[in-house]
């Protein structure tokens, strides 16, 4: 069965850092691409982060970039989202998403989400 996992939310205060992971199970991440979306109440998803396979190249939507880093370990066919400086506008659900293609366009595989919460 092929399932993603994120795990690694929680509450934080702002100016603190959190790392997600997306574990997969049932197929391997190596010559997938993962991206990392997020949505927050009211709002469309917004698509953050993505790494695609082989060479790691990485990508990462204005609002995150400097602040978060998209890092894969496919020994432990896991994909991880480091998460520093984080502001209260970054409250959101966390997704990622596996894309066979590996183009970071076309996602098959979704997570359940993990939710982030900054607040003081």
């Known amino acids: 069965q092929v399932q993603l996992v994120e795990s690694g939310g929680g509450l934080v205060q702002p100016g603190g850092s959190l790392r997600l992971s997306c574990a997969a199970s049932g197929f391997t991440l190596d010559y997938y691409a993962i991206g990392w979306f997020r949505q927050a109440p009211g709002k469309e998803r917004e698509g953050i982060s993505c790494?695609?396979?082989?060479?790691?190249?990485?990508y990462y939507a204005d609002s995150v970039k400097g602040r978060f880093t998209i890092s894969r370990d496919n020994a432990k066919n896991t994909v991880y989202l480091q998460m520093n400086s984080l502001k209260p506008e970054d409250t959101a659900v966390y997704y990622c998403?596996?894309?066979?293609?590996?183009?970071?366009?076309?996602?098959?595989?979704w997570g359940q989400g993990t939710q982030v919460t900054v607040s003081s």
């Open positions: 790494i695609s396979p082989v060479h790691g190249s990485t």
């Open positions: 998403a596996a894309d066979p293609y590996g183009r970071c366009l076309d996602y098959d595989y």
